[in-house]
C-alpha cells in the first residue's frame, strides 16, 4: 500500500515538473482522486521518496509542500496479486513417495544380500582350510 502511494506521489510530481526543477503542490493537488490518505501519510511517503534520493523537499508547510524530482521514475510496483486455493493439497504426492519408498526398500534389499555374500566369502576363506 505505502509504495503504491509513494509512486504515486511521484508519477504526480513528475506529471507538474521535470526533474530538477521545484514545483509547490498543496495536498489537495496530491489527493484529487483518493480522499482516503491523510495528511500525515503524505509527509510519510515524502520523506521516504526523500531518503530513497528521488526528491528534494524545499519545505513543506501545513498543505503546501516545494518539491523537485532528482531521479527518473522507478518501474511501478507490481500490482497485488489475489491467492486462489487450489483445493485440498496432500502433505506428500503420493508418486514422489511411492518412488522413494520403493528405491530405499531395494536399495536396502541389494546392500543386505551383498552385505551376506561378502561376510559368507569371508568366513568361507577363514574356515575353508
Do not use: H, W
Not at 515538473?17 to 501519510?41: C, H, L, P, Q
Not at 526398500?105 to 582350510?129: E, N, P, Q, W
Amino acid at each position: 500500500m505505502m509504495e503504491q502511494l509513494n509512486f504515486s506521489i511521484l508519477e504526480k510530481i513528475f506529471d507538474m515538473t521535470k526533474i530538477g526543477r521545484y514545483v509547490i503542490v498543496s495536498v489537495d493537488e496530491f489527493f484529487e482522486n483518493d480522499d482516503d490518505n491523510s495528511v500525515a501519510a503524505l509527509k510519510k511517503a515524502l520523506g521516504e521518496l526523500r531518503s530513497q534520493g528521488y526528491i528534494d523537499l524545499k519545505y513543506s508547510g501545513e498543505d503546501m509542500f516545494c518539491v523537485a524530482p532528482l531521479k527518473n521514475l522507478p518501474e511501478p510496483p507490481p500490482a497485488e496479486q489475489q491467492c486462489t486455493p487450489a483445493g485440498k493439497r496432500r502433505a506428500i504426492k503420493l508418486p514422489d513417495f511411492r518412488t522413494a519408498f520403493l528405491g530405499g526398500a531395494l536399495g536396502g534389499f541389494v546392500g543386505s544380500m551383498l552385505g551376506g555374500l561378502i561376510i559368507t566369502v569371508i568366513f568361507a576363506a577363514v574356515y575353508a582350510r
